[in-house]
């Protein structure tokens, strides 16, 4: 009996938890965000580009923690991260409000694939250095 890992298995633990992880960071953002609205008096009206703003923040942990764990692959793996953690808002969306797809899912989901992206690219960045950029 081989007990080496296969691919699939270091593939999908990474992906698990950085999901997992993005999900509790954006609920906890969605909550920040929700007593800042609910301080401020904004109206109803912000809450869907807040709620995308949370979504990223969370696209970024799950693209940081996926690629971190995964150990390479940063930009791929930061985005199939943020593809997961989508998928999950999306169908929370999908279950509270019976609006459907709009510009606003579209507007979401292109936020947290560029978060998302970006998370994988700073978790397996080379070297603790700052550059001089110019």
């Known amino acids: 009996m081989n007990t080496s890992k296969s691919s699939l298995s270091g593939f999908v633990r990474p992906l698990i938890i950085g999901t997992i992880a993005g999900t509790v960071v954006t609920v906890a953002a969605m909550f920040v965000l929700a007593a800042v609205v ?23 942990i799950a693209g940081l923690v996926t690629s971190k764990l995964f150990g390479k692959r940063g930009l791929f793996m930061g985005l199939l991260g943020a593809l997961a953690l989508y998928l999950i ?28 992206m970006a998370g994988g690219l700073w978790a397996n960045r080379e070297g603790g250095k700052r550059r001089k950029v110019i």
Not at 50 to 55: H, I, K, N
Not at 93 to 108: D, E, I, K
């Open 38 to 60: 609910s301080a401020a008096g904004l109206t109803e009206k912000t809450a869907g580009p807040l709620s995308s703003v949370a979504a990223g923040i969370g696209a970024l």
């Open 89 to 116: 808002v999306m169908f929370i969306s999908l279950a509270v409000s019976p609006g459907g797809f709009s510009v606003l899912s579209l507007t979401r989901l292109m936020v947290m694939i560029i978060a998302g």
